[in-house]
């Protein structure tokens, strides 16, 4: 009996791998203490690549197929061994089984904000969130740049390198777009191409591709949000003067629908009004032309004075108030007095207008004689 015979159980005859994980992107096959059988089974499932590291080195890729392992289906091992007896005993090579599907769903979004020149608003600061899918293209290439000898490669070790990856060129797409930020959610679709097609060749390094990018989101800080709803609210409203008509009726409508009291009574001189408006219209509902009533000129607005009393400003008094203080003794000629447009605080008796309060003033009456 051969060696070979004594030492089948360590032999590898079929070679295969299924993943009922979500986010396995590299397997590592145990060869550990075992050898490949020279006429190997090797089944390569649809969905993932077999990767041959020998020696340290890179020897063949196999894509999806059923291989018997033998000289002519690898050459590359071949001639890394130098076997001239043509490759008949088994042999010892890590086989790395590399998921090509795609990993969908990764997220992605600005730490920091993204600090834009926007044509309409200056310089605003923009956050932005998303999400896109990977792949891996290039089997072999993603086993050198990143992988290297971890047995169990999961999404979640490169991702993390992809976001800081996206958000750079997302960051420098924004800030020299010169898309209005009012105007971004209608272009999200332009600028996620744009994004995916500028990370393309950094991820190919790799040996990964994007095939789907989306930004989902594009925000600015809370205080300008607000801003901008205030501006909103102003454009919906237009005529404040009919909208403020309207918030009155509703208030008295609202309030006509309170049971009893000042609501009751409101809702009803409401009705009457309408009803004396409908009773107004004519056959057809026209409401009949009349002339617009005259109003009134407006009245001067009445000067008011502040007066000094003890060293601390009193006030404002009327005219009239002040011919009270006239006649009571509380308002002298020497009494500070001062109005707004006034040059600092001047004695009554300067201010035209108030010194007339002190020449119609009745003196004072006579002291009584002692008998």
Request: net charge negative.
């Amino acid at each position: 009996m051969s060696l070979f015979n004594i030492l089948g159980g360590e032999f590898i005859e079929i070679i295969e791998w299924t993943d009922d994980t979500r986010d396995t992107m590299v397997y590592r096959y145990p060869t550990v203490g075992k050898a490949i059988k020279y006429g190997a089974k090797l089944t390569v499932r649809e969905g993932q690549a077999a990767v041959f590291i020998h020696e340290g080195q890179l020897a063949d890729v196999f894509q999806p197929g059923l291989y018997m392992l033998e000289t002519n289906n690898l050459p590359i091992l071949t001639r890394l061994q130098h076997w001239d007896h043509g490759f008949r005993s088994p042999f010892k090579s890590e086989i790395y089984f590399v998921n090509t599907t795609r990993f969908n769903d990764l997220k992605w979004g600005t730490k920091n904000p993204v600090i834009a020149r926007d044509p309409e608003f200056g310089p605003v600061r923009i956050r932005a969130f998303g999400t896109y899918s990977m792949r891996v293209t290039d089997p072999g290439r993603f086993m050198t740049e990143i992988v290297g000898t971890d047995g169990e490669f999961t999404r979640d070790e490169i991702s993390f390198q992809l976001r800081n990856i996206i958000v750079q060129e997302f960051s420098r797409m924004i800030a020299g777009s010169g898309i209005p930020v009012l105007d971004m959610a209608a272009n999200t679709g332009d600028l996620g191409q744009m994004v995916a097609k500028a990370i393309g060749p950094t991820v190919a390094a790799y040996g990964l591709t994007i095939p789907e990018f989306y930004i989902e989101n594009i925000s600015l800080p809370d205080e300008v949000e607000r801003m901008l709803d205030k501006r909103t609210s102003m454009g919906i409203v237009g005529d404040l003067n009919r909208f403020g008509q309207y918030a009155a009726s509703e208030a008295m409508l609202n309030a006509s629908n309170q049971p009893g009291g000042m609501g009751a009574g409101i809702g009803a001189g409401l009705g009457a009004g309408m009803g004396v408006a409908m009773a107004q219209r004519g056959p057809w509902g026209a409401v009949p032309q009349q002339q617009a009533p005259q109003t009134p000129p407006p009245l001067h607005p009445e000067t008011v004075w502040h007066i000094a009393v003890n060293g601390q400003a009193d006030g404002p008094y009327g005219r009239a108030h002040l011919g009270r203080l006239v006649r009571e003794g509380g308002f002298t000629r020497e009494t500070l007095v001062w109005t707004p447009g006034q040059d600092g605080w001047k004695p009554a008796e300067e201010v035209a207008e108030l010194a007339q309060l002190f020449t119609v003033a009745p003196p004072p009456p006579p002291i009584p004689k002692a008998e």
